[in-house]
C-alpha cells in the first residue's frame, strides 16, 4: 500500500510529561503496522521526557500552547490542522485534548473523533 493510499490516523494529547496515557501513546506508536496507517502525533505543547521515545519517523504536531486560557486558540490551530493533514481518525486522550477536539469538530467534518478515558480503578469503602 503506497503512502497515499494509507489513512491517516493522529494520536492528540497534551503533551509527553506525564506517564500512563502518554506511555500509551508511545507504545501505540511504536507498535502499529505502519505499511497500513499513517500515524501523526498532535501535542497542545512540546514539552517532557517522553517526547525523546517518540519513534523517528512520527511526525509531532505542535499546537503553540502558552497556558490554560488559550483553549479558542488550541481549538482554531488543532481544526486547521485537522482540515489540512484530512485524518480518516483522530484519537486523543486526557481532558484537555478531548475538549480541544470535541470543540473543533464540526458536522460533516470527515474525520472520526475517538475519545479515551484513562482513569484508575478504585474502590469506595462506605463503612
Request: glycine share 4%.
Amino acid at each position: 500500500m503506497s503512502s497515499a493510499e494509507r489513512p491517516t490516523v493522529l494520536f492528540f494529547i497534551p503533551n509527553m510529561a506525564g506517564g500512563g496515557a502518554e506511555r500509551v501513546w508511545i507504545n501505540f506508536l511504536r507498535t502499529i503496522d505502519r505499511s497500513k496507517v499513517h500515524c501523526e502525533l498532535v501535542l497542545c505543547e512540546r514539552v517532557g521526557p517522553l517526547l525523546a521515545e517518540v519513534p523517528d519517523d512520527i511526525v509531532v504536531h505542535d499546537l503553540g500552547k502558552t497556558s490554560r486560557l488559550s483553549v479558542a486558540l488550541m481549538v482554531r490551530r488543532f481544526r486547521k490542522l485537522c482540515l489540512a493533514r484530512k485524518p480518516a481518525a483522530v484519537v486523543s486522550a486526557l481532558w484537555f485534548a478531548d475538549m480541544i477536539q470535541l470543540l473543533a469538530r464540526r458536522a460533516g467534518d470527515p474525520w472520526l473523533a475517538i475519545v479515551t478515558i484513562h482513569a484508575l480503578a478504585f474502590e469506595i469503602n462506605r463503612e
